[in-house]
């Protein structure tokens, strides 16, 4: 009866069939191979495809950052002034108008870093690096040395614009809407202190060649901007704008730039 009872439970397993499962991994793939319990010899294939959530750090670091754009400014300066005419005889707001597309930002960021505040979504972003403003006049103007006088010069200029370089530290509120994404997608607000360390007026003419003059021209030394960047991906948008002239006297020109940025983020 024993050998009967064996036999009996030996044919039963054997009845039931078995399980085979294999898994094949390849990158993110997952590939689970499970055999049939049926009499037909097939499989089921199942594919799974792991989704990777990026974790941003607390505290990210963006090197070397490029933006390329355009100056201007609001040119605010009553020339019918005492002040305005002391800085500059005879002037009136066409001798300050620029060539748009000539009138170039260039800004180099040594770095930038990203704190986050709220869930990566509200962070803090600060920086440092250094703003070179160019601003390409039409008219023949010149600015005179010791004291600084602006005066219509007789020579045709084919080049004739004054630069201003400021050393700048940017701080804004950056809000991130896409912080676990490949890419960020959001804008960022704030201001920017600069400190001016070179000013110059550089001349091209066909009488002269090329020169450069050197000297501060009684601008201000120092640039607080309101600042702004919209987050597109690879890349984005930025702005600027001060509310106070570039100049200590005389005129009142309210410098602003927009651009394209170009950087990780």
């Known amino acids: 009866m024993c050998l009967a009872l ?13 399980t085979s499962r294999d898994t094949i991994r390849v990158g993110n793939l997952i590939i689970v191979k499970n055999g049939k319990f049926d009499k037909e010899d097939s499989n089921t294939v199942h ?3 792991q989704h990777h959530r990026r974790n941003p750090s607390n505290l990210t670091t963006n090197w070397f950052i490029f933006d390329l754009g355009f100056a201007n400014y609001n040119d605010q300066t009553n020339y019918s002034s005492a002040s305005a005419q002391a800085f500059a005889p005879g002037s009136n707001k066409d001798w300050f108008r620029l060539r748009t597309g000539k009138s170039v930002d260039v800004n180099i960021w040594v770095f930038m870093q990203r704190l986050n505040m709220i869930k990566h979504v509200v962070n803090l972003k600060y920086g440092l690096g250094i703003e070179l403003n160019n601003y390409r006049y039409e008219e023949n103007i010149k600015f005179k040395k010791n004291p600084t006088e602006v005066f219509m010069d007789t020579i045709n200029y084919s ?5 201003a370089d400021y050393a700048t530290v940017p701080i804004m509120l950056n809000f991130n809407f896409t912080p676990h994404g490949r890419h960020d997608f959001g804008f960022s607000v704030g201001a920017s202190v600069g400190y001016k360390y070179s000013s110059r007026q550089k001349f091209k003419s066909s009488v002269t060649g090329k020169y450069k003059t050197y000297d501060d021209f009684d601008m201000d030394p120092w640039k607080i901007s309101y600042i702004g960047e919209l987050q597109l991906g690879l890349l984005s948008l930025y702005g600027s704008f001060t509310t106070k002239s570039m100049f200590q006297k005389g005129l009142d020109q309210r410098p602003y730039t927009i651009g394209l940025r170009f950087g990780n983020w």
């Open 6 to 18: 064996t036999s009996h439970a030996q044919s039963d397993t054997t009845g039931k069939g078995t």
């Open 47 to 49: 594919v799974y495809h």
């Open 159 to 163: 080049k004739n614009k004054l630069a």
